[in-house]
């Protein structure tokens, strides 16, 4: 959140700002709170889209610069036209770009120098679940594998605690391993 | 999957294909056995993307036409440059897009014409957890609030079942509600 300080960036992290933060939360801890939207709306088949708009934080409302268009498609083999990823590809974007972001937050805050980060993500689902075919067979992903390399000024045997800066601070790393609630309304358009 | 039968497409979905799909999956089950991946790479701060270019089903390795490149940033507040949405919208747009398509797929399949569906996805974060001022907060979301609006050839009485085929089989809905076994491995680049 703003401040009047001289800029301290590490990793491309404005370091001073998020401890500013962190003391702003603690004197005024409503500012913690936040709410993220989207809208989506269905094209045909397989495809759909969603819109990112506002969000709310920091007690107040808050308009991205420009609308964000996330697209969805399936495959072919999964009868799309294969025009953008998929949902479950969605997810995984989700969790990635979270765990990358969330240990550069940390890492910077804790003064750690990163040079690179690259990882690969694959998740295994069986159609038997979405198709009604075996009832033991769950819809959802049945495991996410991850796998990070990292280039950082750490000691290899540190290399690990760094990794775990961002699993044990990612939203979407907690949301997906431990579930969450979602309550859903409907009515007719 | 490819069949020589003429197309029979319910809310462009070919349904004589979901049909083949299912007897193809009764004959021979490991065709249902899926992997889905994306590779991730840091830029720097808050930004990071995800290329999305081969996936595994119907024992085939298979290319998507074009990778397909996500992108993830942070707003302002959060210390982002706000160039993207960031890794909790991208969880959104994962759920709305495949309760969307999962809705469509059964609907069709049960020869129920929608006209339109439109939905808005709120969720709840404290930014308590992620900057671990209390832990007895989270660090992913505290609830998702759903919206749908539909508009699809049933009674009254039967929306709320149209949403149901949605809830009932998506995987990203079981995935984000019942939680997912995540492993993480690292090492240097």
Redesign the interface.
Known sequence: ?ATAQKSI?I????VN??FS??EA??TT?SI???????????E???????T?TT?S??N?E?T??VP?R?E?D??A???GK?M???????????????????M??HASARGIQ????????????????????DPTV??????????????ADVP?DR??E??QL????????????????????????
Chains 1, 2 share one sequence.
């Open positions: 959140m960036t990793n491309g992290v404005a700002e998020l933060t962190i939360v603690k801890p913690a709170k936040f709410k993220f939207r989207i809208r989506n709306q269905w045909d088949g397989s495809r759909n889209h969603s990112v969000l934080g920091a107040q808050l991205h610069p964000f996330l969805a399936e495959p083999i999964l009868l294969d953008a990823a998929n949902p479950v590809e969605h997810l995984l974007h989700a969790l990635a770009s979270c765990l990358t972001t969330s550069v937050f990163i040079h690179a980060i690259e990882s690969s993500f694959e998740g295994n689902l069986d159609l038997h679940g979405f198709l009604n075919l769950r819809k959802g992903y049945q495991g996410i594998q991850v796998n990070f390399k990292i280039s290899d290399l690990q760094v990794v961002g699993t044990s601070n990612s939203p979407v790393f907690d949301s997906l391993t431990n579930g969450v609630p979602v309550t859903v309304k409907a009515s007719r358009l």
